[in-house]
């Protein structure tokens, strides 16, 4: 995809963009995914942040806030928000109401949709992510990563993560023969990785190595490791950097294996 | 015996348009066949589309049409036989063929969200030499709902938005599948002289359908598809003139009369009753032999009425023959 895309004429970049252009038209339209992607990471930034006892640097969580601690759970939801939520039903709503079979009959492919569709998502992410950071240490003093490397490592962290939840909602859509079935599919998917990015509680709350072990594991827990040591100063070392991008790779091949058109 | 003639139409209008070798088939199909799974969609189809007309593939619901038109624009890879279209192979050339074929099709449609005038837009930019998109919305009516999203829009909107879609990378060839159906009869009426528009541009244009009187209206050939075969291929004209063989006498009988009366006469091939009336199908001078014999039995008919074939006609003769040689060979 990316080979094809260096090789692109003026016109077609043209279209490309025309493509991506109404997309985010259309993501205004039925702002739904803006909203569970941007909204509640904010609102729940905004709760946590004014309350003052999430503020303070606790023992119990070795000497950092839950404010501090949470954030990094938060860029991470944003993304599977998007991810799994957002590019899998609009997917499959293309697919089942024709858009994909409409634009299969043209010179271009409808995999360009697809392209121009996680094009859009990115962008969201970026905004998102861009809202709540800004939000979370312009109001409520978050501790940005404290060097360039720092905010390096974050953005491959950001990045890596981006990749594997993308390509979890592409391979959700690849399966999943209707909106319902997808909605079903990313339901299974997204609760369980919430989880594990320490959503509903911070995983180090639960002390327990096998939650931990099981976090390491999955796309969401690791790109909480990592991005919770970027932003607290640490290395998070490669392990969860590889962990995520084998994430990406695997299911970015296996999405474009099983993918129909129709 | 009168569809045995309708059959013969069939090998006949083959041969003329393979002998008609000095000006080539813009589409050229050879014995296609796709199957999905157990389910055969298409059988055995042959024809080939002439540079400039409207050609018609008629057939019933499921009779393999949509299928046919789908390995035609390269969106199906045919399990035998050969494609040609404008000299292209459509699953290997398909990004050229599809530059060069305008295609809409059924279950088919643009964003919910997106409006008529930015679709027309987006689309155009696929194309390396697109038509005036504005002039196509005029000419078909959308000026109006150009800031209407998709989904607002009405089946008779839609449906032309789904013209403008095909006509607006200026294609030499355009295929239509099922354009009119869902719309109320002025609808169709102005489609079709759209479509006769189109032709006068220099379209070829490939009409996918199941009315019977749009293709008798808009088709210079038809392609009759049962059972995803060819049955029939010409004219519409000579099609119906071919099942004026095959006509039907309506009349009132003064009183009951047993159908052996009529059954029996070698030019008669069924006898039906509607309520009072009785619909006798058959071949020859059909209304002299009806009326003579129940004469002779002393029967009046009154409001005799004979019945000119359409191709409506030819079709169901067409096809219910078809239908009784499956049968046959099932049973064999």
Not at chain 1, 34 to 45: H, N, S, T, Y
Not at chain 2, 181 to 189: I, S
Request: glycine share 8%.
């Amino acid at each position: 995809m990316s080979t094809a895309a260096l090789s692109l004429t003026p016109r077609q970049r043209r279209a490309f963009g025309l493509l991506v252009a109404s997309e985010i038209k259309i993501a205004v339209r039925r702002p739904v995914g803006l909203v569970v992607a941007v909204g509640i990471p904010l609102a729940l930034l905004v709760i946590f942040g004014s309350i003052p006892a999430t503020t303070r640097p606790s023992d119990k969580l070795g000497g950092i806030s839950f404010f501090d601690l949470y954030v990094p759970t938060l860029m991470v939801f944003v993304l599977i928000a998007i991810g799994l939520m957002t590019l899998p039903q609009q997917l499959s709503a293309y697919r089942r109401q024709g858009v994909l079979r409409r634009m299969s009959t043209t010179p271009v492919h409808p995999s360009w949709v697809l392209t121009a569709q996680t094009t859009v998502c990115l962008i969201m992410a970026a905004v998102g992510l861009t809202i709540l950071l800004g939000a979370g240490a312009g109001a409520y003093g978050l501790a940005l990563p404290r060097d360039a490397g720092g905010y390096l490592v974050a953005l491959v962290a950001l990045v890596l993560t981006a990749a594997a939840t993308l390509g979890l909602g592409l391979l959700v859509a690849a399966v999943a023969g209707s909106p319902q079935i997808a909605q079903a599919l990313t339901a299974v998917v997204f609760y369980p990785l919430a989880f594990f990015s320490g959503l509903y509680v911070p995983l180090q709350e639960i002390h327990s190595q096998v939650i931990a072990d099981i976090a390491k594991a999955l796309p969401t827990g690791a790109g909480f490791n990592a991005l919770h040591a970027a932003f607290g100063g640490h290395s998070p070392g490669a392990e969860p950097l590889l962990v995520l991008a084998a994430w990406a790779v695997g299911s970015w091949v296996l999405a474009t294996r099983l993918f129909r058109w129709e | 015996m009168s569809t045995t003639q309708l059959i013969q139409t069939y090998p006949r209008a083959s041969v003329s348009v393979s002998s008609d070798r000095s000006a080539p088939g813009v589409i050229e199909v050879a014995h296609l066949r796709k199957a999905y799974g157990a389910t055969v969609a298409v059988d055995d189809v042959s024809f080939t589309v002439r540079h400039g007309e409207i050609f018609g593939i008629l057939g019933r619901n499921g009779a393999g049409k949509t299928t046919t038109v789908e390995c035609i624009t390269g969106l199906r890879t045919a399990d035998r036989g050969e494609i040609r279209v404008l000299g292209l192979d459509p699953r290997r050339d398909r990004r050229e063929l599809h530059g060069r074929v305008g295609v809409q099709l059924q279950e088919s449609a643009v964003p919910e969200l997106m409006r008529v005038g930015e679709a027309v837009e987006l689309y155009a930019s696929f194309y390396r030499e697109p038509a005036d998109g504005r002039e196509l919305i005029a000419m078909l009516g959308l000026e109006r709902a150009q800031h209407t999203y998709f989904k607002h829009l009405s089946g008779g909107q839609k449906q032309r938005l789904s013209v403008v879609l095909a006509l607006i990378g200026d294609p030499e060839i355009a295929v239509l599948d099922e354009l009119t159906t869902g719309l109320d009869p002025e609808a169709r009426r102005d489609t079709w002289r759209l479509i006769e528009g189109i032709r006068a541009r220099g379209v070829t244009i490939v009409l996918v359908t199941h009315f019977m009187e749009e293709a008798e209206r808009l088709c210079d050939r038809v392609a009759l598809i049962d059972h995803g075969r060819v049955v029939a291929l010409d004219r519409p004209s000579a099609l119906a003139v071919a099942a004026t063989t095959s006509k039907r006498v309506r009349l009132t009988p003064t009183e009951p009369f047993p159908d052996e009366l009529l059954s029996r006469l070698p030019m008669v091939s069924s006898v039906e009753h509607h309520g009072p009336e009785v619909v006798v199908a058959g071949s020859g001078d059909l209304v002299t032999a009806v009326v003579l014999a129940l004469h002779r039995a002393g029967v009046n008919a009154d409001d005799v009425q004979t019945e000119t074939a359409n191709l409506e006609d030819a079709f169901l003769a067409i096809t219910d023959e078809t239908t009784h040689a499956d049968t046959n060979g099932a049973t064999r």
